[in-house]
């Protein structure tokens, strides 16, 4: 355990962490209802990172939270494995480099499927049948039968 509690409040996985604080303090407000999911879209784009189509928010919530995972678990196992020396020391500053990559890579992946939680377009079995479609007034949808 105390491994773990030093890899995590060492340098540089301390950053990871910190972020990982600010995430935590974000869900709690946005489940206690100060604000909302999606209070930072209007003001960055992450589409050209392949993380869009999902609040802004969840992806960078989702980079962090593996950013961490993936920079304190390496620098547990490279602490526990390898001897102590300069090598090593160079390998701890380089091994969150690469874990945030990784990170980076892995939250795009994650984040297509989630997209299709997100989108804001009907999906198109939807328009083809005619179900919640709406007509005339947008406060009063229209469900038509299906008489296929």
Do not use: K, Y
């Not at 950053?15 to 209007?42: M, N, P, R």
């Not at 090593?88 to 299709?116: E, H, Q, S």
């Not at 939680?117 to 947008?138: D, N, V, Y």
Request: with cysteine.
């Amino acid at each position: 355990m105390r491994l773990l509690v030093g890899a995590a409040t060492g340098l540089p996985v301390i950053l990871f962490t910190a972020a990982l604080v600010v995430v935590a303090g974000f869900w709690l407000l946005v489940v206690a209802g100060v604000t909302a999911s999606d209070s930072f879209d209007a003001d960055t784009d992450l589409g050209g990172l392949g993380m869009g189509g999902v609040p802004v928010a969840v992806a960078l919530s989702l980079l962090t939270v593996l950013a961490w995972i993936l920079g304190v678990g390496a620098t547990v196992l490279l602490t526990a494995l390898s001897p102590t020396g300069t090598a090593t020391g160079i390998l701890r500053l380089v091994v969150p480099l690469v874990g945030l990559f990784v990170a980076w890579r892995l939250t795009c992946r994650f984040v297509r499927p989630l997209r299709r939680l997100f989108s804001e377009e009907r999906r198109p079995g939807h328009a083809a049948t005619g179900i919640g479609r709406t007509t005339g007034s947008q406060d009063r949808p229209v469900v038509r039968p299906n008489n296929h």
